[in-house]
């Protein structure tokens, strides 16, 4: 089955800093991959998703992700981390029966 | 208007009870999941309908279950409340073709007692 790994469950970066949050997939065929952002007591939110047009995808708030299939990976990375960027983050794999499957979340804290 | 609403918003309820929470998607979406979300974050598919068929069913307990009265809602029905079903319960839907996303209601966040 596929799925989607996030290492690091908490990632504190400063205020300006690069943001880079992991997520590596699981699969034998080119997945569609997404990042989803959470912020507290919401629901989830997509920041952009991958869907073979390009390997480097770009999506709102500032933030992009890049896939690299030599790596079954599929980072998010923003340049300078903001404030309101602290959230939680999940990765997340559709699977060929429409299926949506979640890593486990990272929580990202941005320290002023 | 809101693609994806979710009642309601806060649930507490006492052990034993049956509750129900109604989901509504007006994007026109031909597929509707149930997630739960659990108090480390994890989000679980609990089910997903396509067209009001049930297509599948992720070893939940068959206490709980999903009503379909059209394709635009999927109301989530919980009987015997335990006290490890509290967690937030995500509703989404998505067009159901694999190049796109799902959307999400804002949850309800079940409190059992």
């Known amino acids: 089955a596929q799925s989607v790994t996030q290492l690091g469950s908490h990632v504190s970066v400063s205020e300006g800093a690069l943001v880079l949050l992991r997520c590596n997939y699981s699969s034998s065929v080119p997945p569609y991959l997404f990042w989803y952002v959470q912020y507290p007591n919401q629901g989830l939110q997509l920041l952009l998703k991958?869907?073979?047009?390009?390997?480097l995808v770009k999506g709102i708030n500032g933030f992009e992700a890049e896939f690299k299939k030599s790596e079954t990976s599929f980072h998010l990375t923003k340049p300078s981390a903001h404030m309101s960027d602290a959230a939680e983050y999940f990765c997340a794999v559709m699977s060929t029966g429409n299926q949506f499957y979640f890593g486990t979340g990272t929580s990202l804290t941005v320290i002023p | 208007d809101t693609a994806v609403s979710q009642t309601p918003k806060y649930l507490v309820t006492q052990m034993g009870n049956d509750k129900s929470i109604k989901c509504e998607q007006n994007l026109g979406h031909d597929t509707m999941y149930w997630y739960k979300q659990d108090s480390k974050k994890f989000l679980k598919i609990m089910f997903s309908?396509?067209?009001?068929?049930?297509?599948i069913n992720e070893t939940v307990p068959n206490r709980f279950s999903p009503k379909s009265p059209d394709k635009a809602h999927l109301n989530l029905h919980i009987n015997s409340l335990e006290l490890g079903d509290s967690a937030v319960y995500f509703c989404a839907s998505s067009p159901g073709q694999l190049n796109t996303e799902a959307f999400f209601g804002q949850g309800t966040r079940l409190t059992v007692v």
């Open positions: 309908y396509n067209n009001k068929e049930l297509i």
């Open positions: 991958y869907t073979s047009a390009a390997t």
